[in-house]
């Protein structure tokens, strides 16, 4: 009979699935002003403009990308807008989001 194989680990504990790492750091949110899908980014090569505050979310700064998933033609990446984490957060104190 042949040995048992080391790339398998037969008696290793379970490794819980990594979720966020899975989809890719997406999730779905609801709230008041619609559904979103949400994408937090460690950060990218160029500046956005924050929907939020209208400031701009520097280079480099780790930051949330969100789109709507309820519109008429579902995901519209073309509609992806990157806001600071915090103002993501507080959007639903300030009301209905500009476009």
Not at 7 to 19: A, I, Q
């Amino acid at each position: 009979m042949g040995r048992r194989s080391t790339k398998r680990p037969y008696g290793s504990e379970h490794v819980e699935l990594d979720v966020d790492r899975a989809t890719g750091g997406r999730r779905s949110e609801t709230a008041a002003d619609g559904e979103w899908t949400v994408q937090r980014v460690r950060g990218s090569d160029r500046a956005y403009r924050c929907p939020g505050c209208d400031q701009l979310v520097s280079a480099g700064t780790p930051h949330v990308v969100a789109w709507r998933t309820d519109g008429l033609f579902g995901e519209a990446l073309d509609d992806r807008r990157h806001w600071h984490t915090s103002c993501w957060q507080a959007r639903a104190r300030r009301g209905p989001t500009r476009r």
